[in-house]
């Protein structure tokens, strides 16, 4: 397949030679050379059969959801580890002040219980965010699939035949 190109007289002026041609980001029709357009595409399809523009809408919705459910799980495990960090040095700094083996034992028991008691609170919230943002990013996709079902019905009730 062969893309017009098109070269930038700043750069082309200055070097002999040297420059590779850009390269042009829309391919060109291989019938007419023409460059093509998502606008100025011809409209070949009946109403009942387009389902670009509203399922690319969803998508991006669905795509919106999901990076702002990443985002919350993001924020939830730093702080996690923020905390978990925290309770660390406090508990180290305590086990070095300690005076003897059986408060190093004690802090070192409750330490590990603190730790594991935030792991499973975290667990149980990471995953809360999870199932919200996996609803939140299958809503509208599960809206357009309705509407697609719902139009391939019609179009096959309207031409007498089956899907």
Known sequence: ???????????????????????????AEPATGE???LGTLPSTVPAEYDFGEADVAALL????ALIKG??????AIYAY???????AVSTARAMIEARNLVDVVTLNREFAQL????????????SEIGVTATNEAFKPL?????VTVEKLHRAAATDGGAI
């Open 35 to 37: 460059i093509v357009t």
């Open 142 to 146: 599960g809206e357009r699939v309705a």
């Open 61 to 64: 919705r669905a795509n919106t």
């Open 81 to 87: 580890a923020r905390s978990s960090l925290g309770s």
């Open 1 to 27: 397949m062969k893309v017009k190109t098109r070269k930038n007289k700043k750069e082309s002026a200055g070097r002999t030679g040297t420059a590779k041609p850009a390269r042009s980001p829309v391919p």
């Open 115 to 126: 730790t594991l008691e935030g792991l499973v609170t975290n667990s149980v919230r990471l």
């Open 70 to 75: 990443f985002e919350a799980i993001g924020e």
